[in-house]
């Protein structure tokens, strides 16, 4: 997407604000897609030195001070705050305007700036957002819309949930055209990136040789670094690896270990 194509981008989502206020994973290369997500979970990546930007003692008025003036941290967290409950009543539309505010003055920042990490997020909070509708509010599901605000926050900030969510969409077909080979794509990025949901999808796919070529060994080495990753409410995830690592031969077993061993000496490296 052109640079000007996201302010573009970016200017639309800040006016909704307003007025509502290689498919295996290698380097080369099922939950229903509008099911709920939480939208403002995922962790700050890449940033002790934007953790200390803004303290995280700072209080509730420190930090709409903060926000206010056009600081992006604190209206990240005030966005979290007000999506989880956290510490205010959980309210979805402010934490859409705050989540709006970033996009809207930071889109076109550089992937490299020491904010990129929070304008991703909350364009994938945005995405998640109108992949759900907000109840009692103008903010309505547009599965399109999320699908562009993943997309962008994929494509040109390379976010691993965001690859993730777009994945999902292409390969349900929800907001975008059902494309098997596009969705195994983004979620082949997101699972070298360590995202485990992603991990776990495309370790699931391809052990079963679901819409992709079966590939039980590496399946199985995706599952197992899924599993170790996994939260304990993400119950579809062990239960993937069960059923995998139930079915899977000592052959396969034997090779996903060797796979896994690269995978961390890779990481290591």
């Given at each position: 997407?052109?640079?000007?194509t996201?302010?573009a981008?970016a200017?639309?989502?800040?006016c909704v604000s307003?007025?509502?206020f290689?498919?295996?994973g290698?380097?080369?290369?099922q939950?229903?897609?509008?099911?709920a997500?939480?939208?403002?979970?995922a962790?700050?990546a890449?940033?002790?030195?934007?953790k200390?930007?803004v303290a995280?003692?700072?209080?509730?008025?420190?930090?709409?001070?903060?926000?206010?003036?056009?600081?992006?941290?604190?209206q990240?967290?005030?966005?979290?705050?007000y999506?989880?409950?956290?510490?205010?009543?959980q309210?979805?539309?402010?934490?859409?305007?705050?989540?709006?505010?970033i996009?809207?003055?930071?889109?076109?920042?550089s992937p490299?700036a020491?904010?990129?990490?929070?304008?991703?997020?909350?364009f994938v909070a945005?995405?998640?957002?109108?992949?759900?509708g907000?109840p009692?509010?103008?903010i309505?599901?547009?599965?399109?819309?999320?699908r562009?605000?993943?997309?962008?926050?994929?494509?040109?900030?390379?976010?691993?949930d965001?690859?993730?969510?777009l994945a999902?969409?292409y390969?349900?077909?929800?907001?975008?055209?059902?494309d098997?080979?596009?969705?195994?794509?983004?979620?082949?990025?997101?699972?070298?990136?360590?995202?485990?949901?992603?991990q776990?999808?495309?370790?699931?796919?391809?052990f079963?040789?679901?819409?992709?070529?079966?590939?039980a060994?590496r399946g199985?080495?995706?599952?197992?670094l899924?599993r170790?990753?996994a939260?304990?409410?993400?119950?579809?995830?062990?239960?993937?690896?069960?059923?995998a690592i139930?079915?899977a031969?000592?052959?396969?077993?034997a090779?996903?270990?060797?796979?896994?061993?690269?995978?961390?000496?890779?990481r290591r490296?």
């Amino acid at each position: 997407m052109a640079r000007s194509t996201a302010f573009a981008l970016a200017w639309s989502v800040a006016c909704v604000s307003a007025s509502a206020f290689a498919f295996d994973g290698t380097v080369a290369g099922q939950q229903d897609a509008a099911a709920a997500l939480p939208v403002a979970s995922a962790p700050l990546a890449g940033g002790e030195t934007l953790k200390k930007a803004v303290a995280p003692s700072a209080s509730l008025t420190a930090l709409q001070y903060a926000a206010e003036g056009g600081h992006p941290i604190a209206q990240w967290r005030l966005g979290r705050m007000y999506a989880n409950g956290d510490g205010v009543t959980q309210d979805d539309l402010r934490a859409f305007q705050y989540f709006s505010r970033i996009a809207n003055a930071h889109a076109e920042d550089s992937p490299s700036a020491p904010q990129a990490p929070v304008v991703a997020n909350a364009f994938v909070a945005l995405g998640r957002y109108y992949l759900q509708g907000i109840p009692n509010s103008t903010i309505k599901r547009d599965a399109e819309r999320a699908r562009e605000m993943f997309s962008y926050a994929a494509s040109y900030f390379g976010n691993a949930d965001a690859q993730y969510d777009l994945a999902r969409l292409y390969l349900k077909g929800v907001g975008a055209p059902h494309d098997v080979k596009y969705g195994a794509r983004w979620l082949g990025l997101a699972a070298q990136k360590g995202q485990h949901q992603a991990q776990a999808m495309l370790g699931k796919m391809l052990f079963v040789g679901d819409q992709l070529p079966r590939q039980a060994a590496r399946g199985l080495m995706w599952l197992t670094l899924a599993r170790d990753a996994a939260q304990p409410d993400e119950t579809w995830i062990t239960e993937s690896y069960n059923k995998a690592i139930a079915k899977a031969s000592e052959d396969d077993r034997a090779m996903a270990l060797q796979m896994l061993e690269h995978w961390v000496q890779g990481r290591r490296d």
